[in-house]
């Protein structure tokens, strides 16, 4: 069965502190691994796809890693606007179609 | 309008009602995804529609009937729900590859909070 598991289930940082997102995954034949972030009552929003591993894809203050078991998401000198839920997705192949499998993700305040 | 948008973002409704969900998307795209969002869960693929077609139901009950008449329109009509169906309904969609599979990054709406008396 796919599971993706992210950790911690929150984080308080305080503005500056940097710190490290983790998404743990076992899909069979992953097809991509995506972020995204949630702000309250907002519907996701994308951040990044990642494909394979060793890739890394960086955006203003994230920067998002695979290996072949898990990916982080790093939050280098976080602000308070950074607060928000991220969701980590990994999809498998089904007949024609990717399914993805997301975690529970990671609750983020930064404290000014 | 632009991204993509749901209405109603609010809905209370008794067991023994009938209400539908709409989704409709503005980026052009040719897939389209229901969710479901409970607290403290993961999200829950619902369905999935590619070109109009379904193309996944996960094990949905079928008090929930999605319909999609266009790539652009998605709805998903209630009747008979029970209370643990309360929860935030998201659509999403998402461009085609280049290969015609689908699932890209997902651009999803801001959803529709349902409450279930």
């Known amino acids: 069965e796919d599971q993706v598991t992210q950790s911690p289930e929150a984080l308080r940082l305080q503005e500056g502190e940097s710190s490290s997102l983790n998404c743990s995954y076992t899909?069979?034949?992953?097809?991509?691994l995506f972020w995204y972030r949630q702000d309250p009552g907002k519907g996701p929003e994308f951040l990044f796809t990642?494909?394979?591993a060793g890739e890394e894809k960086e955006k203003e203050r994230l920067k998002a890693t695979l290996t072949k078991k898990e990916s982080f998401l790093h939050i280098t000198a976080p602000k308070p606007e950074d607060s928000a839920t991220y969701l980590c997705?990994?999809?498998?192949?089904?007949?024609?179609?990717?399914?993805?499998?997301f975690g529970r993700g990671t609750s983020l305040i930064v404290h000014p | 309008e632009t991204g993509v948008t749901q209405t109603p973002r609010h809905l209370v409704m008794g067991m023994t009602n009938k209400k539908s969900l709409k989704c409709e998307q503005h980026?052009?795209?040719?897939?389209m995804y229901w969710y479901k969002q409970s607290a403290k869960k993961p999200l829950e693929l619902m369905f999935v529609?590619?070109?109009?077609?379904?193309?996944e139901n996960n094990s949905v009950p079928s008090r929930f009937s999605p319909e999609c008449p266009n790539s652009s329109h998605l709805f998903l009509h209630l009747h008979t729900l029970q209370p643990e169906d309360s929860a935030l309904y998201l659509c999403?969609?998402?461009?085609?590859?280049?290969?015609?599979?689908?699932?890209?990054?997902?651009?999803f709406g801001p959803g529709t909070r349902l409450t279930v008396l």
């Open positions: 999403a969609s998402s461009p085609l590859r280049t290969d015609a599979t689908i699932y890209n990054e997902q651009f």
């Open positions: 899909v069979s034949g992953l097809r991509g």
């Open positions: 990642l494909y394979s």
């Open positions: 997705a990994a999809s498998h192949a089904s007949g024609g179609s990717y399914i993805p499998t």
């Open positions: 980026l052009g795209h040719n897939a």
């Open positions: 529609y590619s070109l109009e077609e379904r193309v």
